[in-house]
């Protein structure tokens, strides 16, 4: 008797354990600040078996603006992830990434999961725990790890650091720790942390005062925003009010890709960019206006 019990409290706990990373309604939304404004969602949506491992499918959507100025929600892809003893593994080129280490001590580091495809993040770069501790989170003990962003001898990226919250992930900066890397080049997947919940879990939103799945108000889908000439040859006017209103332009190409960026003057000359369509974005810090471009030769 005292065997099968204590047999039936072992998979109990298991399963318990087993059930902590993604459960039911598991879901992380972040703020998106490449082309258009908007928000990725990541969500769990279902159970897999990948090479005979049994995985969490974690789909991705982008909600948010398209070049129309209409919202649009977009997939974004899939990840496959587990857990294993407080390791969180990630799918990626056929093998499992360690993404996130909830066990690790202070001087642990483990290889930064899905390496960049670009030259900005080095090769085997890592992640570093400098600090550990708990915190209570909707009445729950969860483990906290302070992470530094290094080359693969351990010096720093130059990056800083983020938070990982024990079966939350980063509370800064995105899902994935390459992106902000990719990013640097050819625009991010996401942006920093919003928010957290799941079927029994309350929403955790340390640093995200807005409601989750905010996209943009109202005043960033004005169409007041002109310039001209446009279409343009060599360079665009801006009206006076948007000096006064408005502090920082920034240049897109079509796939998100930042040509220019400065703060915002009355001409921006144009002459360096090839025929094409282009978005102008200008920002305070509170909100954002965006104008489409026709340049011409």
Same mark, same amino acid.
């Given at each position: 008797?005292?065997?099968?019990?204590?047999?039936?409290?072992?998979?109990?706990?298991?399963?318990?354990?087993?059930?902590?990373?993604?459960?039911?309604?598991?879901?992380? +939304?972040?703020?998106?600040?490449?082309?258009?404004? !908007?928000?990725?969602?990541?969500?769990?949506?279902?159970?897999?078996?990948?090479?005979?491992?049994?995985?969490?499918?974690?789909? +991705?959507?982008?909600?948010?603006?398209?070049?129309?100025?209409?919202?649009?929600?977009?997939?974004?892809?899939?990840?496959?992830?587990?857990?294993?003893?407080?390791?969180?593994?990630?799918?990626?080129?056929?093998?499992?990434?360690?993404?996130?280490?909830?066990?690790?001590?202070?001087?642990?580091?483990?290889?930064?999961?899905?390496?960049?495809?670009?030259?900005?993040?080095?090769?085997?770069?890592?992640? +570093?725990?400098?600090?550990?501790?708990?915190?209570?989170?909707?009445?729950?003990?969860?483990?906290?790890?302070?992470?530094?962003?290094?080359?693969?001898?351990?010096?720093?990226? !130059?990056? !800083?650091?983020?938070?990982?919250?024990?079966?939350?992930?980063?509370?800064?900066?995105?899902?994935?720790?390459?992106?902000?890397?990719? !990013?640097?080049?050819?625009?991010?997947?996401?942006?920093?942390?919003?928010?957290?919940?799941?079927?029994?879990?309350?929403?955790?939103?340390?640093?995200?005062?807005?409601?989750?799945?905010?996209?943009?108000?109202?005043?960033?889908?004005?169409?007041?925003?002109?310039?001209? /000439?446009?279409?343009?040859?060599?360079?665009?006017?801006?009206? /006076?009010?948007?000096?006064?209103?408005?502090?920082?332009?920034?240049?897109?190409?079509?796939?998100?890709?930042?040509?220019?960026?400065?703060?915002?003057?009355?001409?921006?000359?144009?002459?360096?960019?090839?025929?094409?369509?282009?978005?102008?974005?200008?920002?305070?810090?509170?909100?954002?206006?965006?104008?489409?471009?026709?340049?011409?030769?």
């Amino acid at each position: 008797m005292k065997t099968s019990f204590l047999l039936l409290f072992l998979l109990l706990s298991f399963s318990f354990q087993a059930q902590n990373w993604s459960p039911s309604g598991a879901n992380w +939304k972040y703020s998106y600040y490449g082309f258009f404004p !908007g928000y990725v969602d990541v969500s769990y949506t279902g159970d897999t078996i990948i090479d005979g491992q049994s995985a969490k499918i974690l789909s +991705k959507t982008f909600n948010g603006i398209d070049w129309n100025m209409a919202v649009v929600s977009n997939s974004i892809g899939n990840e496959f992830t587990y857990e294993n003893n407080g390791v969180i593994y990630l799918r990626y080129q056929n093998q499992w990434d360690t993404l996130y280490h909830f066990h690790a001590q202070v001087g642990d580091h483990w290889r930064m999961a899905k390496q960049p495809f670009t030259s900005v993040c080095p090769e085997n770069s890592r992640l +570093k725990v400098t600090a550990t501790g708990n915190k209570i989170i909707n009445s729950e003990t969860r483990k906290y790890l302070v992470v530094e962003f290094c080359n693969p001898d351990l010096s720093s990226l !130059g990056w !800083g650091q983020d938070t990982i919250v024990e079966n939350i992930g980063f509370i800064g900066s995105y899902f994935l720790p390459y992106d902000q890397f990719d !990013g640097a080049v050819d625009g991010n997947e996401g942006g920093p942390f919003r928010c957290y919940t799941d079927d029994h879990f309350a929403t955790y939103a340390p640093h995200f005062s807005g409601a989750c799945d905010f996209i943009v108000g109202l005043e960033e889908l004005s169409s007041t925003f002109t310039i001209y /000439p446009n279409p343009v040859q060599s360079e665009i006017q801006l009206s /006076p009010d948007y000096l006064t209103n408005f502090t920082q332009y920034r240049l897109y190409s079509l796939d998100g890709k930042i040509l220019q960026a400065g703060p915002v003057t009355q001409t921006i000359h144009l002459t360096q960019l090839t025929s094409g369509n282009y978005v102008l974005e200008i920002a305070n810090a509170h909100q954002k206006q965006f104008a489409k471009i026709l340049k011409v030769n």
